[in-house]
């Protein structure tokens, strides 16, 4: 189990960037599969990035693929994701998760097992 803290979400126009953090903590960061997901009201928790335990392997969605980039330094027990051309449906409020699965072995939010409690993105156009 990691414990997580987002930070880094805010207002921005359309067409901006914002770069969020999840700082963890405890000993599994480095053994852990790292996500990013977002939920936006009214909807379901969906997933947005995905990065391996030796950084080697990332996976995004269709919706954020050539805009956003996940990226992780083990040694700062941090994860990042760093969000270009942002569009108002990228509003939402973004969670950092953590897993001890493979990435290669994941099917959704069910496959983490801790998570953050959440920064809010506002996308204004």
């Known amino acids: 189990q990691v414990q997580l803290v987002e930070s880094g979400g805010g207002l921005v126009q359309a067409g901006g960037s914002l770069r969020l953090s999840c700082a963890a903590s405890g000993r599994a960061f480095s053994s852990s599969t790292m996500g990013w997901f977002r939920q936006a009201p009214g909807k379901e928790r969906d997933f947005v990035a995905a990065?391996?335990?030796?950084?080697?392997?990332?996976s995004y969605a269709d919706s954020v693929k050539g805009r956003f980039t996940i990226s992780r330094d083990n040694a700062k027990n941090t994860v990042y994701l760093q969000m270009n051309s942002l569009k108002p449906e990228d509003t939402a409020v973004y969670y950092c998760a953590a897993t001890l699965r493979a990435i290669n072995g994941l099917s959704g939010p069910n496959d983490f097992g801790s998570w953050g409690q959440g920064t809010l993105v506002t996308v204004s156009s």
């Open positions: 990065i391996s335990r030796n950084i080697i392997t990332t």
